[in-house]
């Protein structure tokens, strides 16, 4: 762990800097609170934000687990949890129950989480009405008056053109009844995840430098109309190797011969399952 | 003032520089009634519009509102989140150029519902419901609802773009230069148009226009510019059959007569 580095990389100020951030952003749940955010070893996009999230929570005691896309054995999964092990010393690990921070991109582990844990987001685009008002000033005036009718008409338009909302990830939620809140590019399928969920959830954003919260037992409502009301959207099958009907699945293209397989996109997850005796149709083919 | 003034401006006054855009302007608009404020270009009659409707602030001077309760509000001293809220509601402005209005990418009904949607509508059948009867009452066909506004013309646009206004019901609507770019057939079609909704849902409005025509046929009152100042104000047909003010006489002797 001797990196000649400060305790997980950051040093103190900057530390305590991002903590006050997202002790405001706690306070504000669903409020982007801006902070300075610093340079990492890693391009933006990568995750920058929630490393500096991470960073500046994580303690010596803590075991920590990254996914990217649910998978623990991604390049931007194993680099993170590699960089906290060599700068903090940490005791990483895949499983979801036994983690206390869980640092993730696009993804909600399928296991319910608990509240001594904390979940921890990537963020690429903090502002869910970047693509309808172009300018900064208009949407945070927007976000204090409260004024989220824009949004609403993205979503008629959706209706109106494909019959149904089409946002399949990041889909905007509205967080204590008050603020509009860009989900991170989680699929729409997680979002119910996020209501009154136990575990603190935190959102970094390292290149527009917003940190935004939302605390435990906090509610979290998808947008929809009355008569047109959220609904998930998953793919109609069953896990290949565990045999799950109601995990998050990835479509894994085989062959050029139209092959493809149906996996769960949670890989503790699915490896939990096979664990426990569960088998899919294409367990014994994988192996 | 009155008992049931809408609208009352006193002494109204903003210079830019040098040059004095409003001197000492007085006003006063009546439920239901149509002030049509008319004068050569860079009289100030878009600049009262802009200070009347709050979007600009006075030098000096003040603009009280009586809202639906009949409290009066200094529209200056509002705070903004109420200002904005008037606009989205209780009030409405129609620009020359309905592009500055409309949301182009976004079909006729989303724009005609975004009203209705930034005021807590969340039912998606109702609002196209009523976004297709007001297509109607502006004389567009029921199935061009999803189609989007670049694949309309300009009269069309310009109705649109009054649907959208209007479909909240607001008291009040300002009206820069409405008919201005058209074409003189589809102007008289869309002046109709205005003359009959004003009158039928009972909306006062505060026209700004340089064409006399226009004034003559949708106000009941009207006040002549010059140079940022009122130089004649009264009852229309008073005004323009029997103008007394010098710029008076020689703007409606501008109008060539049929």
Redesign the interface.
């Known amino acids: 762990m001797n990196t000649g580095y400060n305790f997980a990389y950051l040093d103190e100020q900057t530390k305590r800097m991002v903590r006050r951030a997202i002790l405001k952003a706690v306070a504000i749940p669903g409020h982007q609170v801006p902070f300075g955010s610093r340079e990492m070893p890693l391009p933006y996009g990568w995750g920058t934000g929630g490393i500096q999230v991470t960073a500046s929570i994580i303690g010596a005691d803590d075991v920590l687990k990254v996914i990217d896309q649910g998978a623990d054995d991604t390049t931007n999964a194993v680099s993170i949890r590699r960089f906290f092990a060599r700068t903090a010393g940490v005791t990483p690990t895949t499983r979801t129950a036994e983690a206390t921070v869980i640092q993730t991109r696009h993804r909600i582990p399928e296991l319910p989480l608990r509240e001594d844990q904390i979940l921890v987001y990537q963020v690429p685009q903090p502002e869910p009405l970047s693509r309808l008002e172009s300018s900064r000033a208009e949407t945070r005036r927007m976000h204090a008056?409260s004024?989220y009718?824009?949004m609403?008409?993205k979503l008629?338009?959706d209706?109106?053109?494909y019959g149904h909302v089409s946002i399949s990830h990041d889909y905007p939620v509205m967080v204590n009844g008050r603020y509009l809140m860009a989900p991170s590019p989680i699929p729409a399928f997680d979002n119910p995840k996020m209501h009154m969920m136990p575990a603190l959830q935190l959102f970094g954003a390292g290149r527009e430098k917003r940190i935004y919260a939302v605390p435990p037992y906090t509610a979290v409502h998808s947008l929809?109309?009355?008569?047109?009301p959220f609904r998930l959207t998953r793919a109609p099958h069953a896990c290949g190797l565990c045999g799950a009907t109601d995990s998050y699945l990835d479509e894994v293209v085989l062959d050029d011969r139209g092959g493809r397989l149906f996996v769960c996109s949670d890989t503790d997850h699915c490896e939990t399952r096979r664990a426990a005796g569960h088998a899919g149709p294409d367990a014994l083919a994988a192996e | 003032m009155n008992e049931d003034t809408l609208l009352s401006a006193r002494g109204l006054t903003l210079h830019f520089g040098a040059v004095p855009a409003l001197v000492d302007v007085d006003a006063e608009l009546w439920p239901g009634e149509v002030l049509a404020v008319v004068g050569e270009s860079g009289s100030g009659k878009t600049s009262l519009l802009n200070v009347l409707s709050g979007r600009w602030q006075p030098q000096s001077g003040v603009v009280w509102y009586r809202d639906p309760e009949g409290k009066l509000a200094d529209v200056h001293a509002m705070p903004q989140p109420t200002l904005r809220a008037l606009h989205r509601s209780d009030w409405g402005f129609v620009h020359q150029n309905p592009r500055e209005n409309l949301r182009m990418g976004v079909t006729a009904g989303g724009n005609v519902g975004e009203r209705l949607m930034a005021q807590g509508a969340r039912h998606y059948g109702r609002i196209r419901e009523e976004a297709i009867a007001w297509l109607g009452q502006v004389e567009i066909d029921a199935d061009r609802v999803d189609d989007l506004p670049r694949t309309f013309s300009g009269g069309m646009l310009q109705r649109l773009q009054i649907a959208r206004t209007l479909v909240t019901h607001p008291r009040l609507v300002f009206m820069d230069e409405p008919t201005g770019g058209l074409d003189v057939s589809v102007q008289a079609r869309l002046l109709d148009l205005i003359r009959s909704l004003v009158a039928r849902l009972g909306i006062a409005a505060v026209l700004v226009t340089h064409d006399l025509t226009v004034a003559r046929l949708l106000a009941h009152r009207i006040m002549v510019m010059q140079r940022g100042r009122v130089v004649e104000a009264g009852l229309t047909d008073q005004v323009l059959d029997d103008p007394r003010h010098a710029y008076t006489q020689l703007l409606v002797s501008s109008v060539l007569q049929a």
Do not use: K, P, S
């Open positions: 008056l004024e009718g824009l609403h008409v008629y338009e209706i109106t053109r929809d109309f009355d008569d047109h």
